[in-house]
């Protein structure tokens, strides 16, 4: 097995580790109860995790002398809004949380955005710990402070940025993940191959039978590397000012065809995916990226079971445009992040014209 | 006049300035665009303050390059409520606010509260400017970064610490408060003098009456001083971690007033008027606070025409849970300012058993 040391993500007071390990969350009381200020917990999950993981986080928390008050979110990205995330508040000072309590969120992304959006905002910023239990959150949205909900103009539109005080990644929760949510998580494992880590691309087309087949030390290993990968990114962009912006390889299409799909037809990961490979055309176009390389990212994310084009009926116009609100605009121009090299990125600003154009080429 | 030069709040990368001025608003636009990122401008602000100030605001910003998007609030402390927030923040996505977006709150402390708590999750975080018109917020509510909204459990139970990058208090806009709602602001002023400022105090006892006869000068020079001691308490303790609850002073049991009154007999100010008399009986029994000083606060606070005692309806068994629900509590004990002298501070951590001997003995 390799190196288990936690990773460390270095910001100043806002510095945290993250854990990712085999069946760790059984020790979760014990890990945290040196780090947290407080004893009391409040534990955000929601009702298809709960039966499977929360008792035994509870009994861990309960057994290192926390007193955890439980609050259910209903499951789905539907929820992860400001309705909900008022009850929470209003189910948190029930329980009489105070500044020196902790959230944590123990889920997916959806728990994860929503419980470290209420932490960020439960009387004006109280501690979260992320622990993960999906793929999609153990690599991306659990590390990295990025909060939010959903509004109805967008996705994501109001949040915060709030960092973790640590994250606890156990890929043994990802023995009860739907198939199709594992399938869709690895998307993002790609993304950080393609972008930042060329061993990790490699390793990922070595072994893709034995991750799909849910290899523990394998997954561990892919986890890892990709936790890292995204600390690197983040400590040298916390706010998204500049170099986190790579981040968003595949996204910025990614979510256009979600939002014109009404969120129905793709998960996130899946979406992504097909964001991926028209980021890798437009990069073999514009910036030099190999036509082979290109071939090997759709291969690999085929491979692992993921949609590589865009569904015919959706209308490129309508599909510019919604690119187009998408909240990483500049001005008129959108910003698509491109590759030079496998683990080499370049920025790239289209207008509208311009996106609809090589929409309709590719 | 005294010193014109704006109020330095040093807070490294969140650092901004306060002017406190006569006739300033008409001038925002050229004060403010050597300071703001973009050109969008959200101007919130609520029907009352509108047709009183919004045109000069918007004329200036307009006549500086700015575009500027005007979302109205209704007015009162009902709609500092999440629901509201929403609808704002969907105004906001409408207008196609950026990143680099500015809002600007023109009003008083709800509107100043809810719009800093909607630029602190906008986006995860855009830049707020505070145009506070009311007394209460020009010496308070604008400075220091607190934002939030209401929720049934308590008041800014929800939102961000999140410092504006700039504040404009105006002294003209008092002219048109309603008297009720300067006496109200002049609470918070004398909670400065006791706290902070002993020559303060003394200089609202010399000139009580052209304050109340809205001396402008004076005024400015009252704000002003009031604006310098928050600043300096902002600085030594930016979230509230220690020094910064000494403003609460008269806030405890003035917040328990409130709620219990839910919030129909009192404005704020009144109901910290009752709490600071409250608090120096206390500070005289149990810190050596002069009791002929405590009639000085209870007397500026009368001639002020600010009420002083306790309600005689209201139980006292009720106001001590009430208190205990204050999110400033500490374990089962709830901590009081008290003063020493006018000028020096001491904290007091009450039982609800003590708060309600306390209040039945007053």
Do not use: W
């Not at 309705?83 to 944590?104: N, P």
């Not at 999906?134 to 960092?163: C, E, P, W, Y």
């Not at 990922?204 to 290899?215: C, Y």
């Amino acid at each position: 097995m390799s190196d288990r040391t936690p990773i460390k993500v270095e910001l100043r007071d806002r510095s945290y580790e993250i854990d990712v390990g085999v069946e760790s969350l059984g020790r979760i009381g014990e890990i945290l109860a040196p780090i947290l200020k407080g004893k009391k917990i409040g534990l955000i999950t929601d009702p298809v995790v709960e039966p499977l993981y929360a008792g035994r986080v509870r009994g861990s928390l309960e057994g290192a002398g926390f007193s955890v008050a439980q609050v259910l979110v209903p499951a789905g990205e539907e929820h992860k809004n400001l309705t909900e995330l008022e009850r929470v508040h209003e189910e948190l000072a029930a329980a009489r949380l105070e500044r020196s309590s902790t959230l944590v969120a123990l889920g997916g992304g959806v728990i994860g955005d929503m419980t470290g959006f209420a932490a960020a905002s439960f009387l004006r910023g109280i501690d979260v710990v992320q622990v993960p239990t999906t793929l999609l959150a153990q690599v991306d949205s659990s590390i990295g402070g990025k909060t939010g909900v959903n509004i109805r103009a967008g996705k994501n539109l109001v949040g915060a940025f709030h960092q973790p005080r640590y994250v606890l990644a156990d890929v043994e929760t990802l023995a009860t993940l739907p198939p199709r949510e594992l399938r869709a998580g690895l998307a993002e494992v790609v993304k950080y191959g393609v972008i930042l880590a060329p061993e990790l691309f490699s390793l990922l087309e070595e072994r893709a039978e034995a991750i799909l087949a849910l290899d523990r030390e394998i997954l561990a290993e892919v986890v890892r590397e990709c936790a890292a990968a995204k600390a690197r990114v983040v400590m040298e962009d916390e706010k998204e000012g500049g170099l986190r912006a790579i981040l968003n390889f595949g996204h910025t299409l990614g979510h256009a065809v979600e939002a014109l799909t009404e969120y129905r037809s793709f998960l996130h990961g899946e979406a992504v995916s097909i964001g991926m490979v028209f980021a890798s055309r437009l990069s073999s176009a514009r910036h030099g990226f190999p036509v082979a390389d290109a071939d090997r990212v759709a291969a690999l994310l085929k491979r692992f079971g993921l949609p590589i084009t865009i569904p015919g009926e959706l209308d490129r116009g309508d599909l510019a445009r919604a690119v187009e609100t998408d909240k990483k605009r500049q001005a008129d121009r959108v910003k698509f992040v491109c590759v030079e090299q496998i683990g080499k990125t370049q920025f790239e600003l289209l207008s509208t014209e311009e996106i609809e154009e090589t929409l309709r080429a590719t």
